[in-house]
């Protein structure tokens, strides 16, 4: 645990160092040993690029998740005390809320697709031009503001809903609200062609076109009925029934804007079963002294098994400096889970979340590996249920 707690100017010694030709490596030490806390623009472009790996091709949106049972690990997570440390995940902002949930020291979100960058791009710039949750809505939407905004810090997330809902997006679909993000995200230094300031303004415009009722899309596929809107995503509670999105307290989003403004939620084009993204990060997270105290896979396992590429996966698990009481984090759907209960969906849900502790995964390594899909999420998982 205590090596959760070194400074994060080390952390990115390491990831200069892990990365950056041998030339370079002096001036990028002395540039971050200047740094505070919070990270300089320059630096944070920089880890962006050597972290990442070219971009792939997934069929899907990714604007928003399509797990409607993402929250379900909270309690868990929380009750396990599982604090600090750095944080990886997959994926767009659902990512947010297990960071309010663990508040890592830095957090790193892998995606193959470099539109999931893109898109987090767009997301910091809303945390650091918002002052509070419903700025940050209003920004992502494209709604107006109230006059006693100040006075909205203190609204239940139900009231913030409300008003997203009971406006129309400003004049000609937001052009000055996009604007003003697109200007903000090219001040981050992080290098931007054409296709990808096109690919942030329409992102930006899925979200105030759709408004709130924004759902997962699919290429080729259609839409399942039981994918959630954003909405429900913001509003969904944990099995203690607890609302506990990074959205349903200003302390929790506060929390991420603290990271976001520290540029310490840094986004990698990555896959997980490649030969650099993964093994970069943990270089980075093993010189800066810390420990990953959680990593969020949703179901890309699954694919990974599928296409033959998750022994990979797992020898870049297993090179990350992994904490003694760490968690996997997934994602299921399978309508039941060939009848096991820790597949079970709850009422009204088409996914599960399970947690496993690293300890468990290092062991299967260590002793012949998983059976299959099945053996892999469910072996050792972790309780989730309510007290």
Known sequence: MARRTRLLSLLLLGAGLACAPEA???????????????????TFAAL??????????????????????????????????LRGGAYVGVGPDQNFSYMAAIRPEV???????????????????????????????????????????DAWSARPLDDLIAWIDGHAALTDNGAEVRAR??????GFGVPLGDEDRAALDRFHQEFIANGLDLRFHSFGRRPRFFYPTHRDLLLERDLDGRPVSFMATEEDWRAVEALQKANRVIPVVGNLAGEH??????????????EVSALYASNVEFYLWSDGSFPTFAENVRSLPLADDGVLIRSYFGGGGFQDPLLATAPGYYSA???????????????????????LVTRGALPLGAR
């Open 107 to 149: 957090a790193f979100l892998v995606d193959i697709r470099r539109d999931n960058l893109i898109e987090h791009l767009l997301f910091k710039a809303l945390f650091e031009l918002a002052r509070n949750r419903l700025e940050y809505l209003a920004l992502l939407y494209a709604r107006p503001l109230p006059d006693d905004l």
């Open 24 to 42: 370079t490596r002096s001036g990028t030490a002395a540039l971050l040993q200047r740094a505070p806390t919070a990270l300089s623009d320059s």
């Open 277 to 290: 993204a993964l093994r970069a990060i943990g270089d980075a997270v093993r010189e800066s002294g810390l």
């Open 181 to 186: 993000v697109a200007l903000h995200v090219a």
């Open 353 to 375: 979340q399970l947690l496993q502790p690293f300890s468990v995964f290092l062991e299967a390594g260590r002793t012949g590996g998983f059976r299959g899909y099945r053996d």
């Open 48 to 81: 962006v690029s050597r972290l990442s790996e070219p971009g792939g091709y997934f069929d899907t949106d990714n604007l928003i998740s399509n797990e409607s049972s993402y929250l379900h690990v909270v309690g868990a997570l929380q009750r396990r005390g």
